[in-house]
């Protein structure tokens, strides 16, 4: 059975960081390209940040403007979104998303295959 299991979300003030957590089970890791989307209330779920099968490319939204960091650990099964300089637009649900089909990146959300349950994120003063 698949799970994506997402963590470290929280509430947080303006400038300050967190960092999420996705446990991958069921999966095969290393075949696996693994993504971070969010979704703020009354709006679609919008993609943040995807990283390669090996780890070694990632890709993000131009509103990131390089303050999250996405990095994967296959020791551990887990995929990680750090999160600094936060801002109140970052409020929103997170999610982790797997595809084992995609060729290196998954940016577009009807193409995952795996979703975890969410986590939210509040930036407020």
């Known amino acids: 059975q698949v799970q994506l299991v997402e963590s470290g979300g929280g509430s947080v003030q303006p400038g300050n960081s967190l960092r999420l957590n996705c446990a991958v089970n069921?999966?095969?890791?290393?075949?696996?390209?693994l993504s971070w989307f969010r979704q703020a209330p009354g709006k679609e779920r919008e993609f943040v940040a995807s990283i390669t099968r090996s780890g070694s490319g990632t890709y993000y939204a131009a509103f990131v403007k390089d303050r999250f960091t996405v990095y994967r650990d296959s020791a551990k099964n887990t995929v990680y979104l750090q999160m600094n300089s936060l801002e109140p637009e970052d409020t929103a649900v997170y999610y982790c998303?797997?595809?084992?089909?995609?060729?290196?990146?998954?940016?577009?959300?009807?193409?995952?295959?795996?979703w975890g349950q969410g986590t939210q994120v509040t930036v407020v003063s």
């Open positions: 998303a797997a595809s084992t089909k995609t060729e290196k990146l998954l940016t577009y959300s009807e193409r995952a295959e795996y």
């Open positions: 069921g999966l095969t890791f290393s075949s696996t390209v």
